[in-house]
């Protein structure tokens, strides 16, 4: 049977969605151990030895000259930096806080989709998006207005991340292959990663086998294979929306894989901020589904 490009890109999203989730409890456990940066660089070492095999065997050619800095740009966004990132605020913050905040990534691709792109953003949109931003100003200062919760902030600027990295893949898959601009990317963002490489390399030694196995999962599944199948995903879908909404379940997988595995339990400002964030995401989610829909439509 034949799918349409909509519903491949669906497939996709929703595949790259379930082995993103497992990441947030698995990067606590990987943790116990190692330090945010060698996890960083351990994870995408994983996933670049991957894709080299992957390039070799499908004997890709190399990006043109003039293309390395965008790839370059895009490995920083949604590896290098988005890894550090990512994983100094999961030291602070359990995985279901951790989830909510990357979660609001659609927000945020769709505000710089409106600003690269022209994407316009609907009046319910940004009350969509206000609504949010208090469930986000909840979970920073619930312990009082002048103390902020770094792990939040940290995660915030892996949000922002991932969102410049889903504009950035929007753009390079029209002229690449979905497996090269992932494969250019990955190779990029490790390389960028590559000077915490002596102290993964001192930390992996003594590392347990749970712990060296959980880099292991990561590397293979929500690195690699995730990204190969959300550039899949990016595109062939309609609009960069269409498959960033797709990020709205993450914390709920996150959640019931941090209770499975590290028995972690949200928190009273986890559940309130959380539930806030998640209330405008479900509205953003709908207003851009009803764009969508008029647009086929049309």
Known sequence: MNLSNQNRSRLYAIGTILLWSSAFALTKIALEYFSPSSIGVLRYLCASLLFLFFAFAKRIDLPEIKDIPMFLVSGAAGFSIYMTFFNIGAGTISPATASIIIATAPVITAVLALICFKEKIKAMGWIAITIEFCGILVLTLWDGVFTINAGILWMLGAAVCISVYNLLQRHTTKKYAAFQATAYSVFAGTLLLLFNLPLAAEQL??????????????????????????????????????????????????????????????????????????????????????????????
């Open 205 to 298: 030694v003594s590392a347990s086998a749970r712990q060296i196995f959980a880099l292991l999962f990561m590397g293979v599944f929500p690195s690699a294979i995730a990204y190969l199948w959300w550039s899949q995903a990016l595109s062939t879908a309609e609009k960069t929306s269409d498959v960033t909404n797709f990020m709205f379940v993450t914390p709920f997988l996150a959640t019931l894989l941090g209770f499975l595995l590290i028995g972690e339990i949200p928190t009273l400002p986890t559940m309130v901020g959380g539930g806030i964030i998640l209330a405008g995401l479900f509205m953003f989610q709908k207003v851009k589904s009803g764009n969508g829909t008029k647009k086929e439509s049309a």
